[in-house]
T-cell receptor, first 111, second 112 residues
Framework: QKEVEQDPGPLSVPEGAIVSLNCTYS??????FMWYRQYSRKGPELLMY????GNKEDGRFTAQVDKSSKYISLFIRDSQPSDSATYLC???????????FGKGTKLSVKP | EAGVAQSPRYKIIEKRQSVAFWCNPI?????LYWYQQILGQGPKLLIQ????????DSQLPKDRFSAERLKGVDSTLKIQPAKLEDSAVYLC??????????FGPGTRLTVT
């Protein structure tokens, strides 16, 4: 079993839809949970991070962490064509900083 | 604030040749990372530096890959000799805090 599992998609939604992206993980030592956005031929860009369980909201984006289920989610409200990108979840055990990434989910928002 | 700079952006080499990538992190970031991202995969850490010391190189194929960060700022990653499976994007990232890593645009390497 891989440490971080993420459905690669692709996921296609109409503009204005609510998008739900998810990752599961196996290592209970993970404490920080990150979501990165990666546009084609660009480096990953940090969207949000959450420490431990709970929710965090930033504009149209909401990150949720459920440590009891080892499950994290990213919700995008009122999705826009500019949200079309690959979304990567990443986790950090809180030690030296070795981020473990999921494979990424490719999202396409159609006008 | 200037971001992480990397060069070259693209490189095509034949197998068994050598190649080097350069990274300039965000000013003031003590920690620098090199990741390998194979098409369709998430980035995989190759090596992590804290200032000019190596923190983690457990996933670096040391028989062919080497990296250095001599003055605690810029870093170079070298592959010698390259194999076909080294075709990937090589990403450099830097951070002040572990969970806030900032990535450069990457170097896309094609080995033929």
């Amino acid at each position: 079993q891989k440490e971080v599992e993420q459905d690669p998609g692709p996921l296609s939604v109409p503009e204005g839809a609510i998008v739900s992206l998810n990752c599961t993980y196996s290592n209970s030592a993970f404490q920080y949970f990150m979501w990165y956005r990666q546009y084609s031929r660009k480096g990953p860009e940090l969207l949000m991070y959450t420490y431990s369980s709970g929710n965090k909201e930033d504009g149209r984006f909401t990150a949720q962490v459920d440590k009891s289920s080892k499950y994290i989610s990213l919700f995008i409200r009122d999705s826009q064509p500019s949200d079309s990108a690959t979304y990567l979840c990443a986790m950090d055990g809180g030690s030296q900083g070795n981020l473990i990434f999921g494979k990424g989910t490719k999202l396409s928002v159609k006008p | 604030e200037a971001g992480v700079a990397q060069s070259p952006r693209y490189k095509i080499i034949e197998k068994r040749q050598s190649v080097a990538f350069w990274c300039n992190p965000i000013s003031g970031h003590a920690t620098l990372y090199w990741y390998q991202q194979i098409l369709g995969q998430g980035p995989k850490l190759l090596i992590q530096f804290q200032n000019n010391g190596v923190v983690d190189d457990s996933q670096l194929p040391k028989d062919r890959f080497s990296a250095e960060r001599l003055k605690g700022v810029d870093s170079t990653l070298k592959i010698q000799p390259a194999k076909l499976e080294d075709s990937a994007v090589y990403l450099c990232a830097s951070s002040h805090l572990t969970y806030e890593q900032y990535f450069g645009p990457g170097t896309r390497l094609t080995v033929t």
